[in-house]
């Protein structure tokens, strides 16, 4: 039960869900996107356990996946079917609100695969085949209890949908939620009218859920951000103290490792010695029992025998004082390698259970800076000419495609996977990436975060490089002079 930690994150959205979105969360994808995606090095997605995924809607029934309307779609009926206005639908707002929240909760991996499937393993390598899977109760009583859970909090009116996924690597719900007080869309009134309000009102969401929802499945709460302070550091802080814990760990082990390799050749040699020392003494002793008979015998010269007893009793008391000396050697040795042995047991077992908690921490923050980078594309393809682009030009449209705009369109895929990567700050894993899909038109060596960079300014620069990368040289050739 260690470590096995309730996960949640919230994200607020001043836009609806965009249509890549909303396909992604439903699994709206036809056969060769699927194929995309499993021909894709980075995706995560098991088409094998695609129809495994499921939604619980209104009541808390779980139901297949409805793909019939957008999770947009759903949201604006939503609101007029109460007569609920969006305040970013009037065209005088000198600025967007935010009228979304989107929660993605889930939990320890390990755990979470336990409540979906039940002892059935699951195979996560690439291409595995998982079909012969089935669903366990348990996973869809587990996302009743969140959907009940954020019902009773916020209201059941306002969530829009609650989908869960299990066809990744730790099952878990996204749940979009509209912000809504006394009539009115609102986040502001819902989670905090300040950032400190809005921090406790997390804080306590988090403590809550893993109250009333994660014990009963066997998780408990996560560390808060404000007291590990996660949220305030850099992508290199936090990849600088995973090397450090993993640094540490390797020493500590290959430090033990070598004391318990010394101590046992210690102990080999000292038990050599010992048997040496013993099989001395024993014939030492033979020969004084010998000579002790003699004395008794005629013709025996009695001043020799005593001379020579007199030298093996002082070669045997020598043998004794090696013995002891010896033996108290071996002793502790022995305490040595046994304590040794046990840290080195008791650091393997602190070490398992650290890789669980920096797995689930990488993974956490993967896919939170693969949600915020998604949601920055999104609205990067959202502000660019679509409305206007039945009405250019070939010419215009080749400008269009030498811009970026084709790329950002048809490569939403590989561009957001190799954006992932440069914000986390792999240039090399994300240059590797770019090649196996037949890119590398740029180089990722001179993208530097700069002082000044907010995150979202952050992520459009690994967008915009990612799509310079992704273009491959006959690809720029395709203009028309």
């Known amino acids: 039960?260690?470590?096995?930690?309730?996960?949640?994150?919230?994200?607020?959205?001043?836009?609806?869900?965009?249509?890549?979105?909303?396909?992604?969360?439903?699994?709206?994808?036809?056969?060769?996107?699927?194929?995309?995606?499993?021909?894709?090095?980075?995706?995560?997605?098991?088409?094998?356990?695609?129809?495994?995924?499921?939604?619980?809607?209104?009541?808390?029934?779980?139901?297949?996946?409805?793909?019939?309307?957008?999770?947009?779609?759903?949201?604006?009926?939503?609101?007029?079917?109460?007569?609920?206005?969006?305040?970013?639908?009037?065209?005088?707002?000198?600025?967007?609100?935010?009228?979304?929240?989107?929660?993605?909760?889930?939990?320890?991996?390990?755990?979470?695969?336990?409540?979906?499937?039940?002892?059935?393993?699951?195979?996560?390598?690439?291409?595995?085949?998982?079909?012969?899977?089935?669903?366990?109760?348990?996973?869809?009583?587990?996302?009743?209890?969140?959907?009940?859970?954020?019902?009773?909090?916020?209201?059941?009116?306002?969530?829009?949908?609650?989908?869960?996924?299990?066809?990744?690597?730790?099952?878990?719900?996204?749940?979009?939620?509209?912000?809504?007080?006394d009539g009115k869309l609102s986040y502001r009134a819902v989670f905090g009218k300040s950032l400190t309000e809005e921090s406790n009102t997390l804080t306590m969401l988090h403590t809550e859920i893993a109250n009333e929802v994660g014990k009963k499945w066997g998780l408990e709460r996560g560390s808060n951000m404000a007291e590990t302070r996660a949220r305030h550091r850099s992508t290199e802080e936090y990849k600088r103290e995973l090397v450090n814990t993993v640094w540490e760990l390797q020493n500590t082990k290959a430090g033990l490792e070598k004391q318990i390799h010394r101590a046992e050749i210690k102990l080999k040699s000292f038990t050599t010695m010992l048997d040496n020392l013993q099989s001395r003494k024993e014939d030492i002793q033979a020969e004084i029992d010998d000579i002790a008979k003699k004395f008794g015998e005629d013709g025996q010269n009695v001043e020799e025998l005593a001379k020579r007893m007199t030298e093996l009793n002082r070669q045997l008391a020598s043998v004794n004082e090696k013995i002891a000396e010896r033996q108290q050697m071996l002793d502790a040795t022995n305490a040595e390698l046994t304590a040794a042995r046990a840290k080195l047991e008791a650091m393997q077992r602190q070490h398992s259970r650290l890789q669980t908690v920096v797995n689930d921490d990488i993974d956490r923050k993967v896919n939170e800076t693969h949600n915020n980078i998604l949601t920055t594309y999104n609205n990067m393809v959202a502000s660019t000419m679509d409305s206007l682009m039945p009405t250019l030009t070939e010419e215009q449209h080749a400008i269009l495609q030498e811009s970026g705009f084709n790329d950002l369109t048809d490569k939403a895929d590989e561009v957001v996977n190799c954006a992932l990567l440069l914000a986390l700050g792999y240039v090399h894993e994300a240059t590797n990436y770019v090649e196996s899909l037949g890119g590398g038109g740029s180089s990722a060596c001179k993208l530097k975060r700069d002082k000044d960079d907010d995150d979202e300014r952050w992520w459009m620069r690994c967008i915009a490089h990612s799509v310079a990368m992704l273009r491959t040289a006959p690809r720029r050739q395709n203009r028309k002079r």
């Open 1 to 181: 039960m260690a470590n096995r930690k309730v996960m949640m994150d919230i994200r607020s959205k001043t836009e609806g869900i965009s249509s890549l979105e909303s396909k992604e969360q439903q699994r709206n994808w036809d056969k060769k996107s699927w194929q995309k995606k499993a021909n894709d090095p980075l995706a995560n997605y098991d088409p094998t356990r695609a129809h495994l995924n499921f939604e619980v809607t209104k009541g808390g029934v779980v139901q297949p996946i409805d793909k019939s309307k957008t999770i947009d779609q759903k949201m604006r009926a939503n609101l007029a079917s109460r007569g609920i206005a969006n305040p970013n639908d009037n065209p005088n707002a000198k600025r967007k609100s935010r009228i979304l929240a989107q929660f993605v909760i889930g939990g320890n991996s390990d755990r979470m695969r336990e409540i979906a499937f039940g002892n059935h393993k699951v195979d996560l390598s690439k291409g595995a085949d998982n079909s012969h899977l089935t669903r366990q109760k348990d996973i869809e009583e587990w996302a009743k209890d969140v959907y009940g859970f954020i019902a009773k909090r916020f209201g059941e009116e306002n969530i829009v949908s609650c989908y869960v996924h299990l066809d990744e690597k730790a099952p878990h719900i996204h749940l979009t939620l509209l912000p809504v007080k």
